[in-house]
């Protein structure tokens, strides 16, 4: 089944703390992107990758970071989380020709 | 600056009655246009496109109309379904970058 998977779903920790948000794709897609959802802001972009060890910033990169070591693969990094970072966290993937973006069941990260 | 822009937030209609979802754009550069639909607790999923040489595509109960010269977008639901009560994500990309950029969404509900 063509999935992307992000882990861990549900996440509470304390600000300063370093975390890493997982997320997989079986589908052999080149683009990965990381978005936040937050009321009324609806989906913002933070990193994208376009393939293996390329990145960028999206529109709200700071106090994150990513990386692409292989193509399946890109987590996302908070080196200390801030309360702000709370919030629903997607991870997506497609390829690069292609129009549809699949998107993981999202991860809620509260940072208290 | 947004570029995507769903101006209503939310939106209810009755049952069996017509729903239509709208999109403005800025960017004169945007050729494919998107909208996904998300539920509670999940990810969201792509729901029906449009290229820009297109001006209506039609899948089954949902269709997308696109007025280029307005940079105006909409989707129709017809009848509309309670499952139909979801958060409804319309995005936007050119074809040299295929990053997409979302709007904030609209909350639509459908009562029985």
């Known amino acids: 089944e063509a999935q992307v998977t992000q882990n861990p779903r549900y996440l509470i920790t304390v600000t300063g703390k370093k975390l890493t948000v997982t997320c997989s794709q079986n589908?052999?897609?080149?683009?990965m992107s990381w978005y936040r959802q937050d009321p009324g802001l609806g989906l913002r972009q933070i990193y994208y990758?376009?393939?293996?060890?390329?990145?960028d910033k999206g529109d709200v990169p700071e106090g994150y970071k990513v990386s692409r070591k292989e193509k399946r693969n890109f987590p996302l990094i908070l080196e200390s989380p801030s309360p702000n970072q709370t919030s629903l966290y997607f991870c997506?993937?497609?390829?690069?020709?292609?129009?549809?973006?699949?998107f993981g069941e999202g991860s809620w990260l509260t940072v208290v | 600056d947004q570029q995507v822009k769903q101006n209503s937030p939310s939106l209810s209609v009755q049952e069996g009655r017509i729903s239509i979802l709208n999109c403005d754009y800025t960017?004169?550069?945007?050729?494919?246009f998107l909208w996904y639909k998300k539920y509670p607790a999940e990810g969201p999923t792509f729901l029906i496109s449009?290229?820009?040489?297109?001006d209506k595509n039609e899948d089954g109960r949902f269709t997308v109309f696109l007025n280029k010269s307005a940079k105006h977008l909409s989707l129709h639901i017809v009848p509309s379904q309670p499952g139909d009560s979801a958060v409804y994500f319309c995005?936007?990309?050119?074809?040299?970058?295929?990053?997409?950029?979302f709007g904030r969404g609209t909350s639509l509900i459908v009562h029985p």
């Open positions: 997506a993937s497609s390829q690069v020709s292609g129009n549809t973006i699949y």
């Open positions: 589908m052999n897609h080149e683009y």
């Open positions: 990758s376009m393939n293996v060890e390329v990145t």
């Open positions: 960017n004169s550069m945007f050729d494919y």
């Open positions: 449009i290229s820009s040489i297109k």
């Open positions: 995005a936007a990309r050119t074809g040299g970058s295929y990053i997409p950029t």
